[in-house]
């Protein structure tokens, strides 16, 4: 009988969800290679998606947007909702940058999106990071997002959403000072930087940010704060 060493790190699960069996197939081959992954199953679609979610519980589910049946929107909503803190965590697959429904799905819950032309390092990249709870997604990235949320619903004189400005008073003036950095799209360093700290601390800022605000990532950290209207995205 084969033992696991205590020793040996648990491989990060992986979901792969597209209606292309060649884009299932590729994604699986490379992440094959990769000791600290195992990927255990794949989905045509979102309703299949949704169940291998609920029977599997895997770390990361790497989603198609644009599938027949139940899209990837949809099923991440499905799959956010019956989510423990630690996940599984979406990784969002789109064909363009921020295209029409990436929006929608960063709002779902999704931890951040790829363009399916994305490196297979950066995909493997991408991985770690989500199952880490970071947030996949570049400060240009962020940025066009805030655009995106402006362009949608402008924003009137009043904060849009009451329950966002609700959430932004339980945060300190220095806690506010970060949340609007990350809203801008800075990194943790370039916050450090302007805010004259260490980035060890702009670090715990941000955890304690994110608990007192109820966002699972950076996505939606900034989706709060333009909700709030704490971040103004012609600022």
Same mark, same amino acid.
């Given at each position: 009988?084969?033992?696991?060493?205590?020793?040996?790190?648990?491989?990060?699960?992986?979901?792969?969800?597209?209606?292309?069996?060649?884009?299932? +197939?590729?994604?699986?081959?490379? =992440?094959?290679?990769?000791?600290?992954?195992?990927? #255990?199953?794949?989905?045509?679609?979102?309703?299949?998606?949704?169940?291998?979610?609920?029977?599997?519980?895997?770390?990361?589910? +790497?989603?198609?947007?644009?599938? $027949?049946?139940?899209?990837?929107?949809?099923?991440?909503?499905?799959?956010?909702?019956?989510?423990? $803190?630690?996940?599984?965590? #979406?990784?969002? +697959?789109?064909?363009?940058?921020?295209?029409?429904?990436?929006?929608?799905?960063?709002?779902?819950?999704?931890?951040?999106? =790829?363009?399916?032309?994305?490196? $297979?390092?950066? +995909? =493997?990249?991408?991985?770690?990071?989500?199952?880490?709870?970071?947030?996949?997604?570049?400060?240009?990235?962020?940025?066009?997002?805030?655009?995106?949320?402006?362009?949608?619903?402008? &924003?009137?004189?009043?904060?849009?959403?009451?329950?966002?400005?609700?959430?932004?008073?339980?945060?300190?003036?220095?806690?506010?000072?970060? =949340?609007?950095?990350? *809203?801008?799209?800075?990194?943790?360093?370039?916050?450090?930087?302007?805010?004259?700290?260490?980035?060890?601390?702009?670090?715990?800022?941000? *955890?304690?940010?994110? #608990?007192?605000?109820?966002?699972?990532? &950076?996505?939606?950290?900034?989706?709060?704060?333009?909700?709030?209207?704490? #971040?103004?995205?012609?600022?």
């Amino acid at each position: 009988m084969n033992h696991r060493n205590e020793a040996e790190p648990v491989a990060t699960t992986v979901l792969i969800v597209d209606d292309q069996r060649l884009q299932r +197939l590729g994604m699986r081959m490379f =992440l094959a290679g990769q000791d600290d992954v195992e990927v #255990v199953a794949e989905a045509a679609d979102g309703d299949e998606a949704v169940e291998r979610v609920r029977d599997l519980r895997p770390d990361v589910v +790497l989603m198609d947007v644009r599938m $027949p049946g139940t899209d990837g929107i949809t099923a991440t909503r499905r799959i956010v909702a019956g989510a423990a $803190p630690t996940g599984p965590r #979406v990784l969002l +697959l789109t064909t363009f940058d921020l295209d029409e429904y990436v929006l929608a799905g960063l709002e779902a819950g999704a931890s951040g999106f =790829l363009t399916k032309d994305v490196e $297979p390092q950066d +995909l =493997l990249s991408a991985i770690r990071a989500v199952a880490a709870g970071d947030a996949v997604i570049a400060p240009s990235a962020t940025r066009r997002l805030i655009d995106r949320l402006a362009s949608r619903e402008p &924003r009137p004189a009043s904060p849009p959403d009451g329950r966002a400005g609700e959430v932004i008073d339980r945060l300190s003036d220095r806690e506010r000072e970060v =949340l609007v950095a990350i *809203g801008r799209g800075l990194t943790n360093t370039e916050i450090a930087e302007q805010l004259f700290l260490a980035e060890s601390t702009v670090k715990s800022y941000v *955890g304690r940010i994110f #608990v007192k605000i109820g966002a699972r990532d &950076r996505v939606q950290a900034v989706i709060i704060a333009y909700r709030s209207g704490l #971040v103004d995205p012609d600022g």
